[in-house]
């Protein structure tokens, strides 16, 4: 919402303040001011010029050579403007002016002639291109003939205005009319709104002579007021209603056009202008559309409707949209001299409805949408026929014909001062919420410490207690409550052991080198049950179907993050993207209803999806892929990060390589897999050689301890000793070194794979795997018999176990 402050000058006294004041008092009091421009950059020596003579340049023919009265001189101004014509009054900068842009005028001479100042256009004087009237958008500007020459130019083009632009809120919708912002400024102000002439002098006959009104839905349109206006002259509109409709972004068209938008804006109150002679019958009927009913609308554009649309109809076909837009074959043009004008109150479903529907959205269709003052709806006619009596010399017939169902009635709301001063924190007397009622002009009976507020119906907003308690708030104004602090208790925020958790996870997967990535929380039919992990299955979830999903894309909640994390790799792939190391931490959705009567339960996994390669080096002459290791290297780093033990097992799951898959243990508890996805997969999504991981968080968090911890560096030596088995081939090494550093403990402090072998040498059925055993007390210096004995019970344990032997 553009504001004018000469505009707004009209209804309050803001003579005493600055626009920067006011501006940053509106916005402490509610409504955001987002800027402040001014129509024009400020120009000096630029008066109203009367062209006595125009004559042809004698040395060029693009040029006039004009005689020029400029009130206190008489300047010779050679011209280049094609519309300069004797006996206009024009913009005319004399010697000396300095224009915007800093740019001055000087006595010069052009093609041999000397010229003494300068015949501007609007454009020259900085007003926007787009607010000037087309007809005048060429050439300079001439003035009406009531104008004075030699009177500065300023104030006759509003070039002096300020223009504040409100961010409003939707709450908000009685500031969307000047005459809103003026009993918002008053309140600020503690100043009366002086309201616009409505008084008219209407003709001996009457409005119903010429149009009906029939309403076949009063819920969508309770009020429907047809005003008629004959003998009318289709001309400019005067100066300074084209200056309030530029300063407020709208660009003149006709006087007709303009004091409907003009009212528009004063009342808040939309209005249409029907041409009666164009309008094709003598009955105004609103209605529902036919399904799949045409109208061809003001743009130029054919509207297809259906029946939740309402349209004024002549009874025959639609004339306009209701409260959106109206239609062509009615439009005020210069041959007009009758005028069905439309004042009416429709409901914000039907227009909502309707601008949702066709796309179009107009200045009418935002404020019936936001809803209108139901006691302006009829004044606003009234206001319009005085301003077309007055400037548009029309005829305006008396009682005009009206369908009226319309609630005019206020709301009350009760307060008590007590409990105003409970909820703000402060103490404002009776006295004082009295005095802010009054300035906001609501109507109140007060019982000592009790008010009943009757609400007028322009402030739509207000509808309890909590919106008045608002309005006193900000009137008596936020800056003189008094700062307070939280009594009671308190205790030192801090967080979660489940988002801790969720740092450390990130923090560990970022400086592994992954990046975090946000994937939809819904599947289609095909992705919902695959890739699930094993401890998951076994819960046998169903997967939960949405009501209404977007797309059959995105019908079912996830029961796995690793498909949508698939297709991400696969969208980007496609996009010469060939190294793509992702990762998600997200829920996933669990219920065991096929009906479901509850909300699913939200449970949080940690996914990854790894492609491509991993390290390049290119000096080195070094690449590495991604493999199986590198994942499992990936999530055994995350673990050691947390603390927390973890194992693996060799595991064949669906979709995934059957010799390439693990899952993935915590005290031999089952959270999670990772591995190589199939190559069919893998193929079925174009995708290469791609691994995956998928852990439950929730499970992880069981063992998980949010405490920081501490390991003294060892101040004694260690020692070191290598060990190999001859085991069975399907003997795991995870489990072997399990084993090894349980029976070593508290001594053996690290134990590592370091060889495995197959081949000669070995008995068929047999391999080889060899250990590094890292021994080492903290509270002294290990003898070579603690470290013996200890050695012999693991190759003791470990022989027994896995019916195995040392290799020699």
Request: hydrophobic residues 35%; contains cysteine; glycine residues 6%.
């Given at each position: 919402?553009?504001?004018?402050?000469?505009?707004?000058?009209?209804?309050?006294?803001?003579?005493?303040?600055?626009?920067?004041?006011?501006?940053?008092?509106?916005?402490?009091?509610?409504?955001?001011?987002?800027?402040?421009?001014?129509?024009?950059?400020?120009?000096?020596?630029?008066?109203?010029?009367?062209?006595?003579?125009?004559?042809?340049?004698?040395?060029?023919?693009?040029?006039?050579?004009?005689?020029?009265?400029?009130?206190?001189?008489?300047?010779?101004?050679?011209?280049?403007?094609?519309?300069?014509?004797?006996?206009?009054?024009?913009?005319?900068?004399?010697?000396?002016?300095?224009?915007?842009?800093?740019?001055?005028?000087?006595?010069?001479?052009?093609?041999?002639?000397?010229?003494?100042?300068?015949?501007?256009?609007?454009?020259?004087?900085?007003?926007?291109?787009?607010?000037?009237?087309?007809?005048?958008?060429?050439?300079?500007?001439?003035?009406?003939?009531?104008?004075?020459?030699?009177?500065?130019?300023?104030?006759?083009l509003n070039l002096n205005d300020a223009v504040l632009?409100?961010?409003?809120?939707?709450?908000?919708?009685?500031?969307?009319?000047?005459?809103?912002?003026?009993?918002?400024?008053?309140?600020?102000?503690?100043?009366?709104?002086?309201?616009?002439?409505?008084?008219?002098?209407?003709?001996?006959?009457?409005?119903?002579?010429?149009?009906?009104?029939?309403?076949?839905?009063?819920?969508?349109?309770?009020?429907?007021?047809?005003?008629?206006?004959?003998?009318?002259?289709?001309?400019?509109?005067?100066?300074?209603?084209?200056?309030?409709?530029?300063?407020?972004?709208?660009?003149?068209?006709?006087?007709?056009?303009?004091?409907?938008?003009?009212?528009?804006?004063?009342?808040?109150?939309?209005?249409?202008?029907?041409?009666?002679?164009?309008?094709?019958?003598?009955?105004?009927?609103?209605?529902?559309?036919?399904?799949?009913?045409?109208?061809?609308?003001?743009?130029?554009?054919?509207?297809?409707?259906?029946?939740?649309?309402?349209?004024?109809?002549?009874?025959?076909?639609?004339?306009?949209?209701?409260?959106?837009?109206?239609?062509?074959?009615?439009?005020?043009?210069?041959?007009?001299?009758?005028?069905?004008?439309?004042?009416?109150?429709?409901?914000?479903?039907?227009?909502?409805?309707?601008?949702?529907?066709?796309?179009?959205?107009?200045?009418?269709?935002?404020?019936?949408?936001?809803?209108?003052?139901?006691?302006?709806?009829?004044?606003?006619?009234?206001?319009?026929?005085?301003?077309?009596?007055?400037?548009?010399?029309?005829?305006?017939?008396?009682?005009?014909?009206?369908?009226?169902?319309?609630?005019?009635?206020?709301?009350?709301?009760?307060?008590?001062?007590?409990?105003?001063?409970?909820?703000?924190?402060?103490?404002?007397?009776?006295?004082?919420?009295?005095?802010?009622?009054?300035?906001?002009?609501?109507?109140?009976?007060?019982?000592?410490?009790?008010?009943?507020?009757?609400?007028?119906?322009?402030?739509?907003?207000?509808?309890?207690?909590?919106?008045?308690?608002?309005?006193?708030?900000?009137?008596?104004?936020?800056?003189?409550?008094?700062?307070?602090?939280?009594?009671?208790?308190?205790?030192?925020?801090?967080?979660?052991?489940?988002?801790?958790?969720?740092?450390?996870?990130?923090?560990?997967?970022?400086?592994?080198?992954?990046?975090?990535?946000?994937?939809?929380?819904?599947?289609?039919?095909?992705?919902?049950?695959?890739?699930?992990?094993?401890?998951?299955?076994?819960?046998?979830?169903?997967?939960?179907?949405?009501?209404?999903?977007?797309?059959e894309d995105h019908k079912y909640l996830r029961l796995?993050?690793?498909?949508?994390?698939?297709?991400?790799?696969?969208?980007?792939?496609?996009?010469?993207?060939?190294?793509?190391?992702?990762?998600?931490?997200?829920?996933?959705?669990?219920?065991?209803?096929?009906?479901?009567?509850?909300?699913?339960?939200?449970?949080?996994?940690?996914?990854?999806?790894?492609?491509?390669?991993?390290?390049?080096?290119?000096?080195?002459?070094?690449?590495?892929?991604?493999?199986?290791?590198?994942?499992?290297?990936?999530?055994?780093?995350?673990?050691?990060?947390?603390?927390?033990?973890?194992?693996?097992?060799?595991?064949?799951?669906?979709?995934?390589?059957?010799?390439?898959?693990?899952?993935?243990?915590?005290?031999?508890?089952?959270?999670?897999?990772?591995?190589?996805?199939?190559?069919?997969?893998?193929?079925?999504?174009?995708l290469k050689e791609t691994y995956v991981f998928d852990?439950?968080?929730?499970?992880?968090?069981?063992?998980?301890?949010?405490?920081?911890?501490?390991?003294?560096?060892?101040?004694?030596?260690?020692?070191?000793?290598?060990?190999?088995?001859?085991?069975?081939?399907?003997?795991?090494?995870?489990?072997?070194?399990?084993?090894?550093?349980?029976?070593?403990?508290?001594?053996?402090?690290?134990?590592?794979?370091?060889?495995?072998?197959?081949?000669?040498?070995?008995?068929?059925?047999?391999?080889?795997?060899?250990?590094?055993?890292?021994?080492?007390?903290?509270?002294?210096?290990?003898?070579?018999?603690?470290?013996?004995?200890?050695?012999?019970?693991?190759?003791?344990?470990?022989?027994?176990?896995?019916?195995?032997?040392?290799?020699?």
């Amino acid at each position: 919402m553009f504001v004018s402050l000469n505009w707004l000058k009209n209804y309050v006294d803001i003579s005493s303040i600055s626009p920067e004041e006011l501006a940053e008092k509106i916005t402490k009091t509610g409504i955001e001011v987002d800027g402040i421009e001014y129509i024009a950059e400020k120009s000096s020596d630029v008066v109203v010029g009367y062209v006595e003579s125009c004559e042809q340049h004698p040395n060029a023919d693009n040029l006039s050579l004009c005689q020029v009265d400029a009130g206190d001189k008489r300047l010779q101004i050679v011209c280049g403007a094609p519309n300069v014509r004797q006996g206009q009054k024009v913009i005319v900068a004399k010697p000396g002016a300095v224009l915007p842009n800093n740019f001055k005028i000087k006595k010069v001479k052009l093609r041999g002639i000397e010229s003494n100042g300068m015949i501007c256009s609007l454009q020259e004087l900085g007003i926007d291109e787009r607010y000037i009237p087309k007809d005048i958008a060429e050439g300079i500007f001439v003035f009406p003939d009531d104008v004075t020459v030699g009177e500065s130019v300023e104030p006759l083009l509003n070039l002096n205005d300020a223009v504040l632009e409100f961010d409003l809120t939707p709450n908000r919708a009685d500031a969307l009319s000047m005459l809103g912002v003026a009993y918002e400024t008053a309140a600020i102000l503690n100043q009366k709104v002086k309201l616009p002439n409505e008084e008219l002098h209407s003709a001996g006959e009457k409005a119903a002579d010429y149009v009906s009104v029939s309403v076949e839905d009063p819920e969508l349109n309770p009020y429907y007021g047809a005003f008629i206006a004959k003998d009318i002259e289709i001309k400019p509109a005067p100066l300074w209603m084209r200056n309030a409709l530029i300063a407020s972004g709208i660009r003149p068209i006709n006087n007709v056009v303009d004091i409907t938008n003009y009212v528009l804006l004063e009342y808040g109150q939309p209005l249409h202008a029907f041409d009666y002679d164009r309008f094709g019958s003598d009955q105004v009927v609103t209605r529902r559309a036919g399904q799949n009913e045409k109208m061809i609308t003001l743009d130029g554009e054919e509207r297809i409707l259906s029946n939740e649309n309402l349209v004024i109809t002549n009874g025959k076909e639609p004339v306009a949209l209701a409260g959106v837009m109206g239609g062509l074959n009615t439009e005020v043009n210069e041959d007009t001299t009758t005028v069905l004008l439309e004042s009416a109150y429709f409901s914000p479903f039907a227009v909502r409805t309707a601008v949702r529907n066709t796309g179009l959205r107009s200045d009418s269709s935002t404020r019936f949408e936001k809803g209108v003052d139901p006691n302006r709806v009829e004044k606003a006619g009234f206001r319009a026929c005085h301003l077309l009596e007055k400037y548009a010399g029309a005829t305006i017939l008396a009682d005009p014909v009206s369908f009226d169902a319309l609630d005019r009635s206020e709301r009350t709301v009760e307060m008590e001062t007590d409990e105003i001063n409970k909820r703000l924190g402060a103490v404002i007397t009776a006295g004082d919420i009295g005095s802010v009622l009054t300035k906001l002009q609501f109507s109140f009976e007060q019982d000592n410490d009790k008010f009943i507020v009757h609400v007028p119906t322009r402030r739509g907003d207000i509808t309890m207690f909590e919106d008045m308690l608002e309005e006193v708030a900000r009137i008596y104004g936020y800056d003189n409550l008094p700062f307070t602090l939280p009594e009671g208790a308190t205790q030192t925020g801090g967080l979660t052991n489940k988002q801790q958790l969720k740092r450390e996870v990130k923090s560990y997967m970022e400086s592994a080198g992954l990046m975090e990535t946000i994937t939809y929380s819904l599947t289609d039919d095909e992705m919902v049950e695959r890739l699930i992990s094993p401890e998951l299955d076994e819960r046998h979830p169903i997967p939960v179907q949405l009501a209404m999903p977007m797309s059959e894309d995105h019908k079912y909640l996830r029961l796995s993050i690793l498909p949508e994390l698939l297709k991400s790799l696969a969208h980007n792939h496609a996009r010469t993207q060939s190294d793509i190391h992702y990762y998600e931490l997200g829920n996933i959705f669990i219920t065991d209803e096929k009906t479901v009567t509850r909300q699913p339960e939200e449970e949080l996994r940690l996914a990854g999806a790894l492609t491509g390669i991993w390290v390049s080096h290119p000096w080195q002459q070094e690449k590495k892929q991604v493999d199986f290791y590198l994942v499992k290297g990936i999530v055994e780093g995350l673990f050691d990060y947390l603390d927390i033990p973890v194992s693996f097992e060799k595991v064949k799951l669906p979709d995934m390589h059957p010799g390439r898959c693990a899952t993935i243990l915590i005290n031999h508890r089952v959270v999670g897999f990772l591995g190589q996805v199939h190559p069919t997969f893998e193929k079925s999504m174009d995708l290469k050689e791609t691994y995956v991981f998928d852990i439950d968080m929730e499970a992880v968090l069981t063992d998980y301890t949010n405490a920081p911890g501490y390991r003294p560096i060892p101040r004694y030596p260690s020692v070191a000793r290598d060990i190999a088995f001859i085991v069975d081939e399907d003997i795991q090494a995870g489990d072997i070194e399990e084993t090894i550093a349980e029976t070593g403990s508290p001594l053996v402090k690290n134990v590592q794979v370091f060889d495995v072998y197959k081949g000669e040498n070995l008995p068929e059925g047999k391999k080889s795997i060899a250990y590094s055993l890292h021994y080492q007390d903290p509270e002294k210096t290990l003898k070579d018999d603690e470290v013996e004995q200890s050695y012999q019970r693991i190759v003791s344990t470990v022989n027994e176990k896995f019916n195995a032997y040392v290799r020699t």
